[in-house]
């Protein structure tokens, strides 16, 4: 554990204990949000309510952000050494990982003002956004807005800051099981505030709508058309349930 | 041949005032809640007129339904599945809530908070979406009794595609009303069109539903349905539709819906169909031919390779029984007087509709005929070229034959009725012609004008797998309903029927009996 070497007990808190449990909260919280509550697990659409802002708004900002997380997967789960032994120079490295960020961070930047208005300023969305929604909605936000900073400020226009040597190192190790707390601790503290509202977002994942994003219905590519299901007979639901185990899960409705 | 059953609803126009019980009760049953407060799974149209959700029956817009590739395949309108995964995001197909209606309520606690003064306090509508005030200016129900009709009317999309100008001042309009439920069709687009096959189709009975747990809300099936029948809950983020009231069918009572129309202008009954014939009908070619290749699809329950063929794919004997009885399959098969709604839409839609006479004869007789003489109705109901088109567009893909032949089958019923009633003379001549004998005259009569209760509502329950046994136990232990003088005592079974009605079955079930009384057609 020679990461931990030289940190104060609160490094130690803030960037190894709490990643851990944003994980454990992820994990077992899906586990008991799929088990319990498949009533509230949808993406709650709105475009029943607005789809002007919607067309242009989701769009980019979902394919903006599968790019996004590509780029992550890459500058961050891919160590710096595989890059360099297939033989791709530094700078090529940092010229294509900016200008790629950028347009993905332009697409996301793009995408989340337009949605983030909508929520904001169209009433019908407003009324509709539920309270663990408006805390995913905003730490996406914050780690939106600081991620393009760092993309864009710092790799493209700033000095550039070489976040695989510092927080590559610690994300990867986290997963190693080996974390380099150090590393993370002492970079810039734009970098520290991204990292840690991405494990809020982690955290809250699978208590909000983000939890879509694991039902993307592949196999409708093969599937049947018509789908024929037998009446099967049930126990008649505890009255008032509607069958569902714990009411209080999830969204409010 | 792969026998299934389904429970289809046929309804008469003639008889619907316009009342809207039907869309009142339904609503007070399925949709009173949060998230549905804009949702009809029932709601009754003044036609012509736009509909609702407004003019949902223009597919160029919509893309509902199925269409036909270029070698003829049937594929979804809203195009390919893989098309469907990459527009996920943002369904370019789905109405918005200002086309179904932005749905509102009153501000009524003014009425108690208002300051003492001269004036009566008026309330104000407020959108229960928001809580705001709003100005309502489109509805389910904003064309009733065709308000509005001069300006707007035209814009239906059944009048659109006629050469004929319609008259909408109020003295010369040709006006129905139209209610609509799900179609609970036998190849459903709501269901193809579900990316994460949450909707489907019940094996035993033909009812389409969504599973609540499974649907993710991705809202594909709002616009894959042509006639626009699955609802967003806005609350909930889940889909919703009408469940042709799954729980009475199961136990063997009429939709809500049918129960309190006081027309009594609904019908449900089973049809048996050939599911290995559905996709190839639904693909016919021209759209003109398809309301004959859907009841080509239908199998003729009084046909005894049916019958067996129905028992051995495991159609339980009683419901062939009651196939046998159904008024629907009677209206649609054997009389020939209802017709699917838009079988263009190619979903093989299972409730049908006897179109409306009425209108058509007030026509006749403002046009200076006998309307009770069927040779005279015959050549008015030819020259109203516009009344005719216009139910053609609904019911046949624009094919007038089959309209034109129904509307004359109950032209025939009235006068032949009337005659024999008042003693008159009539000819056969317009009978002869539709190749209607005495006795389906008398059929079709005892159906329209008589329709009791149990003639109308032919519905087998359910069967939970130990109805049979428990029934057994009954029998045994002497607790039986069916001893002389006891309420379950029926007299002979129904003549059309013939075979038992209650009894066991090929797998060896025992059936409860259908029927506790003998039905009008034994006197
Ligand atoms: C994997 C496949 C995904 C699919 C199929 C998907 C699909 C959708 C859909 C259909 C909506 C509703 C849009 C509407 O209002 O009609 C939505 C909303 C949303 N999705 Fe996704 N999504 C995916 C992944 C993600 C990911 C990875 C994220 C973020 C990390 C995300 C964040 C959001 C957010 C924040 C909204 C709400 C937008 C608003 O404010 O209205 N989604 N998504
Ligand atoms: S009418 Fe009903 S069954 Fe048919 S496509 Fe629409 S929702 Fe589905
Ligand atoms: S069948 Fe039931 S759910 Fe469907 S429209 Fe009628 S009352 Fe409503």
Sequence with gaps: MNGLRGINGFQLFWWVILPYLALATFVIGHVWRYRYDQFGWTSRSTQLQEQRLLKWGSPVFHYGTFAAIAGHVIGILIPERWTHDIGIPENAYRWFSASAGTLAAVLVIGGVAVLAARRLFVARVRATTSAVDWVALILLAIVIVLGIAETVGVGLLGGGYDYRQSVSLWFRGLFAGNPDATAIAHAPLIYQVHATAAWAVIAVWPFSRLVHAWSYPVWYLWRPFVVYRSRVASRPNEPGTSGRRWRRIGVRY | ?523
């Design chain 2, 1 to 523: 041949m792969r026998p299934m059953a389904q429970v289809c609803m046929v309804m008469n126009l003639d008889k619907c005032i316009g009342c809207h019980t039907c869309s009142v009760t339904c609503k007070q049953t399925w949709t009173n809640r949060p998230g549905t407060e804009y949702v009809y799974f029932n709601n009754v149209e003044t036609k012509p007129g736009l509909g609702y959700p407004a003019r949902y029956e223009d597919q160029e817009r919509w893309k509902g339904g199925w269409t036909l590739d270029r070698k003829g395949r049937l594929r979804l309108r809203a195009g390919s599945r893989l098309r469907k995964l990459l527009t996920i995001f943002y369904n370019p197909d789905l109405p918005t809530i200002e086309d179904f209606h932005d749905p509102f309520t009153y501000d009524y606690a003014r009425l108690i908070t208002a300051p003492p003064g001269t004036k009566s306090p008026s309330v104000s509508a407020r959108s229960a979406l928001t809580g705001r005030e709003l100005n309502p200016r489109w509805g389910a129900n904003w064309e009733d009794d065709l308000a509005g009709a001069p300006q707007r009317a035209r814009s239906d999309p059944n009048i659109a595609t006629m050469s004929e100008r319609v008259l909408m001042d109020f003295e010369s309009v040709f006006l129905f009303y139209l209610p609509r439920i799900c179609e609970h069709c036998l190849n459903p687009s709501c269901v193809a069109s579900c990316p994460s096959g949450a909707l489907y189709k019940r094996s035993e009975d033909g009812i389409v539903l969504v599973d609540q747990d499974r649907c993710r809300g991705w809202r594909f099936c709002v616009s894959g349905c042509p006639y626009k029948k699955v609802y967003f809950n806005h609350r909930t983020g889940k889909a919703e539709k009408c469940t042709l009231c799954f729980p009475r069918i199961e136990a063997g009572l009429p939709t809500i819906c049918s129960e309190t129309c006081v027309g009594r202008l609904r019908y449900l009954g089973i049809v048996l169909y050939d599911a290995d014939a559905v996709t190839a009908a639904a693909a016919t070619p021209d759209p003109r031919d398809l309301y004959e290749a859907q009841l080509s699809v239908f199998l003729d329950p009084e046909d005894t390779a049916v019958q067996s063929a129905a028992e051995q794919a495991g159609i339980p004997h009683d419901w062939v029984v009651a196939a046998r009885r159904s008024p629907v399959y009677a209206l649609i098969a054997r009389h020939k007087v209802a017709l699917p709604l838009h079988p263009e839409f190619r979903t093989m839609p299972m409730v049908w509709y006897i179109p409306p006479l009425s209108p058509v004869a007030d026509a006749t007789a403002a046009a200076g005929y006998d309307a009770a003489d069927p040779d005279a109705v015959f050549a008015t109901i030819d020259a109203l070229r516009i009344p005719l088109q216009y139910l053609a567009n609904l019911f046949t893909a624009g094919d007038v034959a089959p309209v034109r032949d129904a509307l004359r089958r109950l032209a025939v019923v009235r006068s032949v009725m009337r005659a024999t009633q008042l003693g008159l003379e009539h000819r056969n001549d317009a009978a002869e012609e539709l190749q209607m004998s005495t006795a389906d005259v008398e059929d079709l009569f005892r159906l329209l004008a008589i329709a009791r209760y149990e003639d109308r509502y032919v519905i087998p329950p359910a069967h939970a797998e130990d109805a049979g046994r428990l029934l057994a136990q009954h029998a045994l232990s002497g607790c039986t309903l069916e001893s002389e003088g006891a309420p379950g005592m029926g007299g002979k079974g129904p003549s059309t029927g013939g075979g038992p009605v209650s009894g066991r079955d090929l797998a060896g079930r025992l059936h409860l009996r259908l029927v506790a009384e003998p039905t009008g057609r034994d006197q």
